[in-house]
């Protein structure tokens, strides 16, 4: 008898921490800062397509990050990076 009483103090607590406390929040998307960004897709530099955040693969270089949408692509800005990098820079200057 005294394991199913501590049982349901135990699912009582539960209960109102995940309605009422840190739990209610995850379940309704209130866990995250207001003032956070999400990232923004980015361009992959060796084919110009838009690649989402955390989807392709990524690559740091030189202390940036660059999103790429295939393996190809990785793997040709890992041969170039310089060539892909000034073409980026350019690019922005112009726009």
Do not use: W
């Amino acid at each position: 008898m005294d394991g199913v009483f501590s049982f349901l103090i135990f699912a009582v607590f539960f209960y109102l921490m995940m309605r009422f406390g840190c739990g209610a929040h995850m379940a309704h998307g209130h866990h995250k800062d207001s003032n956070s960004t999400e990232e923004e897709p980015t361009i992959d530099p060796v084919c110009n397509k838009i690649v989402e955040s955390k989807k392709g693969y990524g690559k740091v270089h030189e202390g940036k990050l660059y999103r790429f949408c295939s393996r190809q692509c990785l793997d040709e800005f890992d041969q170039h990076p310089e060539k892909y990098i000034d073409s980026l820079n350019n690019a922005g200057a112009v726009s």
